[in-house]
């Protein structure tokens, strides 16, 4: 099993009724941006970075948002190409490069070759369609990103493995001369493993192509079934999918206290958490999502789907004043929501002794081959986030890996993706295990 | 009311579905990016003497997507080959919104396509001064809202848009919505050229019906239209939003019919 370390590098600095009026992350005024902190929080999440390599992390991840203080990765190809020069042994491991919102990729195989060049070989990259603000943000027109993912993707590969010069013609991109020098250190190019939020048609593209699919804190019942859509998929293209298809991202958070680990927890939700990164209107651009993704938008009346709920769209169309006595509603409701993810095993938060059984029940009914740990947010001290990751990676991750020994959970640099062949006729393996889930009243 | 059915006509390459009703001369109608929303008072106005043609366009639901139309211009062409394979030329149209920004594609790669052209609240052309409401970073029900300027006390808004939406009012309006996208995106809901375009325009009588509480097209969207069309006349309706025909029906019923009568 690989065991990587993830954090969103969060500016930790803006007032909380600044996100609770703006109900969001997403279009947070800059004005609250101070340059002094960033340029300090920047160097700080680098050199984190550095000390989850000396604590024994194999990889280190980065993701990239737009125009938000919940991740200061703008553009995570500058941090990734600082760490492939400052760390030493790591996998930097990109989840992921949003292909549709940047709209260059003949640029990003530049980009990506450097940093796995400067990195003598240890890139991974990994793409994603960037969310539904970004659309807005980066000006990357909704109704084509999905068709603008596969072009660029498809492109970047050609980019890595035809030699040049060769002219480019397609629907979105046109190049007249593709020859990039520099070609990825990692021959042909390097792994790329794929985050995801529950996208059946991601999943699907990730089977076909035999990318490892990362959940990103995905709930596990709907994961079980992604990744059985998945081995369905991989058996119809002839091979048997296991943990080196998988991987897994949880939000976890420690401290030698009950008490300390469950406040310092609370940044999770700090502003609203992950399902307040952007408003309704800004989560579904129009034409980014399939249209069975839409149908069943449409009909789940009361229900939630990507972190929007029918209930929320409704508010959408309020007037977004909030007053002060509903902040603490807002407060009570993040609250209930914070047990609420506790509960349902969505980030997991406490001392190493009460972690640990959580920590290993993942392994054990997702069967990953990757595993990430998704560090603290919000406005915890850096002396915090740093005891954190050291329980974590002393007393946690020792644990983890030998249970992922017992598994037998091969990671993708022990067994190639796509390399147990599946034979005609003969039914797929299972590749998880739901059996601990009716225990654990996730059913 | 007037008789109306829904038709699928193969035509232009496509399986195009139109709304036809009334008798006389063809009035074709080009509803806005909302998508068609049934039929109101204006239209049973209009088709006492006229036969309204409303093709579904391509994409909103009905009429399946043309994967080539990638632009307003790309759907200007169509009709244009709509219009022409139907013998129609030259006919009156009725266009509002962004089918006004379709229309005037229409026009200027064709001026002698339509007898009278109506342009209601059109997009299109970048105003100088205000902006066309960006309307993607809305979720339907707000942008349905601002669309007129008192909902509540615009009967005929409350009939079509009142009540739980459904499912598949839901999924339509995300069609439309996504179409609208796919070919207006960028630039928003305009075309840099297309006011050089229209100076070839010099003999198509051209009325512009506006209403003063607009929230979603500026009258410096009007302004433009007068600019780059010359003898383009300009109707306003006071205290009605983007909807005139069903903000106040009678007044836009008369605008059109006297306009086209001349």
Known sequence: ?443 | MTQWKEETVKVAGADLVMVKGGTGRPLLVLHDELGYPGWMQWNDALAKDRTLLIPLQPGFGKTPRLEWIRSYRDLGGFYNMVVREMKLDPVDVVAFSASGFTAAEMVASDPKIFSHMVLVAPMGLKPNEGEILDIFPLTIRTLLRRTVAVPDETSEFGKIYGGEMTPEQFEAFEDARAETARIGWEPYMHNPSLEYLLQGVKKTPTLLIWGQADGVVPKGCIAAYQRAISGAKVVEIAKVGHRPEIENSAEFTTAVKTFLAG
């Open chain 1, 1 to 443: 099993m690989k065991v990587g370390y993830f954090t969103e590098r969060p500016y930790r600095w803006v007032p909380e009724e600044a996100l609770f009026e703006n109900h969001a992350f997403f279009a947070v005024s800059n004005k609250y941006f101070d340059r002094d902190k960033g340029a300090d929080d920047y160097n700080y999440f680098l050199d984190e970075a550095c000390y989850a390599e000396d604590l024994g992390f194999d990889a280190v991840a980065l993701n990239e948002h737009h125009g938000t203080p919940f991740c200061m990765g703008g553009v995570m190809n500058v941090e990734a190409a600082i760490l492939a020069r400052i760390t030493k042994k790591v996998k930097i491991v990109l989840v992921g490069n949003p292909l549709p919102v940047i709209k260059h990729p003949l640029r990003m195989a530049e980009e990506l070759a450097e940093i796995d060049l400067i990195s003598r070989g240890r890139l991974v990259a990994g793409w994603v369609r960037g969310a539904g603000s970004e659309q807005f943000f980066n000006n990357a027109n909704p109704a084509y990103n999905r068709e603008m993912f596969n072009e660029a993707h498809d492109f970047i590969v050609q980019a890595w493995t035809r030699p040049g010069p060769w002219r480019y013609e397609g629907k979105h991109f046109h190049y007249r001369h593709v020859n990039p020098w520099a070609l990825p250190y990692q021959k042909p190019y390097p792994q790329m493993w794929i985050p995801g939020v529950l996208s059946p048609e991601t999943v699907k593209w990730c089977a076909e192509h035999r990318y490892p699919y990362v959940g990103l804190g995905t709930a596990i019942g709907p994961t079980c079934d992604l990744w059985d859509i998945y081995d369905d998929e991989a058996a119809k293209h002839g091979y048997q999918a296991g943990s080196e298809n998988f991987g897994y991202l949880i939000p976890t958070f420690l401290a030698e206290t009950e008490e300390k680990a469950q406040e310092l927890g609370k940044g999770f939700i700090y502003g609203g958490g992950q399902t307040a990164f952007s408003r309704p209107e800004h989560t579904l651009p129009p034409g980014y999502n399939s249209k069975s993704a839409i149908r069943m938008l449409a009909k789940q009346p009361g229900g939630s789907w990507l972190g929007v709920s029918q209930t929320k769209l409704h508010m959408a169309q309020e007037d977004p004043e909030t007053a002060e006595q509903e902040y603490q509603e807002i407060r009570r409701k993040l609250s209930e929501s914070y047990k609420k993810a506790q509960k349902g095993m969505q980030i997991i938060v406490g001392t190493p002794k009460t972690v640990i059984p959580k920590v290993k029940t993942l392994p054990q009914v997702l069967r990953p081959g990757i595993f990430i740990f998704f560090h603290i947010q919000g406005p915890v001290s850096n002396a915090d986030r740093m005891t954190s990751m050291r329980l974590m990676a002393n007393e946690v991750v020792p644990v983890l890996r030998d249970y992922a020994k017992e598994l037998g959970l091969a990671d993708p640099y022990e067994r190639t993706p796509g390399e147990a062949r599946a034979y005609a006729g003969a039914q797929r393996l299972p590749v998880v295990d739901r059996e601990p889930l009716a225990t654990l009243g996730l059913v």
